[in-house]
């Protein structure tokens, strides 16, 4: 797949990514290491909270929209986290869920403190098989220019 | 350890998780599944970057302070995520850093679309051993109040 550079990209691009299915195991597996709350953790305690079944992590959805994104931008040499705002769950994940992600491309600009780079921001909205949205959020990242691959 | 509900806490209450050493496999291993850029899975490949060195994902940061403030605040059923505000990772995390989270509830309301819980809006600072900060976010999370568990 064709690496893709600051160049590239203009404000209002969109992107789909492909599904990634979640299994209870995955769920399980990610919250015994990084989430360890009764609704991520066992089916039958889930049950019996508000949700009524188990629910991943919002972390966990967050880290497999890193990763859908990661491969469908597929950035030359990576991009690089800055930070991110707004990231909401308005819709709890559950195993079996197939998510998806879109991303559009908000604004571009020039780094200034490293001209090798320019700064992405863009925003990721997650869903799921339903097209229910599971998660939001706006990201800028460091992303290499095309330009300065080449006189460096 | 004691559980702790809505009530438990105040404004400005302060807490301080312990330490959890990241390792070079961690950080590799998390990479591989959720983060799959060159400076987070091969050190080799990583000298060749702007980090000079292998780097976590932030996403990685932000999964291990979640599990440091479960741990540390321990509450009643837990505290579902209701989002998260102004994530940044000023500073990255290496093979070997021993990380700590400190937490500052910074605001408390009941919750009007479930009287059973209360939101507590909370300041998440992680730390490496050199108190460097690498992460900080700010969130709110639904807690579980005292009172309405005897009542229900």
């Known amino acids: 797949m064709k690496e893709r550079y600051f160049e590239d990209l203009k404000a209002g691009d969109r992107f789909k990514s492909d599904a990634y299915k979640v299994s ?9 290491e990084f989430d360890p709350q009764p609704f991520h953790l066992d089916q039958t305690v889930a049950r019996q909270t508000m949700f009524k079944d188990l629910i991943a992590s919002g972390w966990h959805t967050a880290a497999i929209t890193m990763r859908l994104f990661v491969q469908t931008l597929n950035f030359a040499e990576g991009a ?4 991110v705002d707004e ?17 559009e491309i908000v604004d571009l600009r020039e780094s200034r ?16 098989q339903r097209c229910e949205v599971v998660q939001t959020m706006t990201a800028s990242a460091l992303v290499l220019r095309r330009s300065k691959t080449i006189t460096r």
């Open 24 to 32: 209870e195991e995955q769920i399980v597996s990610f919250a015994r």
């Open 80 to 83: 690089i986290g800055l930070g």
């Open 87 to 103: 990231l909401r769950w308005p819709n709890a994940v559950k195993p079996g869920d197939e998510l998806q992600v879109e991303t």
């Open 113 to 128: 403190s490293k001209p090798s780079h320019g700064i992405v921001r863009l925003r990721n909205v997650t869903m799921n």
